[in-house]
């Protein structure tokens, strides 16, 4: 079963904008981490954020953590078309990594 | 550096033939291995994981299985496959529980 969820499902914006994904968890995490995946394609690793961190940023990318909400954030600043992707949180709860379903994010030039 | 091979890549099969998909890990020894299902659209689904040779922990009843007969090789396996099984299949490993997956390229499968 999935641990996590991500909302919205979808989400559509122009280039230069700036995409918000959440992703909500059910059980306690050691770290929470985010990938995309391009259509079609296996999933590319972003961003680790440790259960003791409240925010990390990788280039464009913002990711915060509420361990007492059980939610992350993710953000992507002045998007770009080559950001459409869909972006899945994971989290290590239960002894093996769990997916949510993904935010399909398209950037339109 | 360490790689990941799934192959194949696209497979077309009647429903009731067998299954095999293979992943191979390259460059690290003793990883955490994963099979993962996408249906369309979707998230991911957890099928198997194994932390070592011979040690499978299956997520969801269904009629596929996995084996890892060695170290860095972990098999998907069907003796009968269902039009259920259509999906996206990956295989992925990571060095230790909330370390960073890395995926292979994945296996499209698809049951007529």
């Known amino acids: 079963s999935q641990q996590g969820e991500e909302d919205p499902q979808a989400l559509s914006i122009q280039e230069g904008e700036n995409a918000t994904m959440n992703c909500s968890y059910k059980?306690?995490?050691?770290?929470l981490q985010w990938y995309r995946q391009n259509s079609g394609r296996g999933l590319v690793h972003l961003i680790l954020i440790r259960s003791n961190e409240r925010e990390k940023h990788s280039g464009r990318l913002r990711v915060t953590l509420d361990t007492s909400k059980k939610s992350s954030s993710l953000l992507i600043t002045a998007s770009r078309a080559a950001d459409t992707a869909s972006y899945f949180c994971a989290t290590d709860g239960n002894n093996d990594m769990r997916f949510g379903a993904g935010t399909r994010l398209t950037v339109k030039p | 550096s360490q790689t990941i091979h799934q192959w194949p890549a696209t497979l077309v099969q009647p429903v009731g033939s067998p299954l095999s998909l293979e992943c191979t890990v390259e460059g690290t020894s003793n990883p955490n291995l994963y099979w993962y299902r996408q249906a369309a659209g979707r998230g991911l689904q957890l099928l198997f994981y194994?932390?070592?040779?011979?040690?499978i922990s299956s997520e969801v009843p269904q009629n596929l299985s996995a084996s890892r007969p060695q170290d860095r090789q972990f098999i998907l396996s069907s003796k009968k496959l269902l039009l259920s099984d259509s999906g996206f299949y990956l295989c992925?490993?990571?060095?230790?529980?909330?370390?960073?997956?890395?995926f292979g390229a994945g296996s499209r499968l698809t049951v007529l």
């Open positions: 059980t306690s995490i050691n770290n």
């Open positions: 992925a490993w990571d060095p230790g529980l909330g370390n960073v997956l890395t």
């Open positions: 194994s932390v070592g040779i011979g040690q």
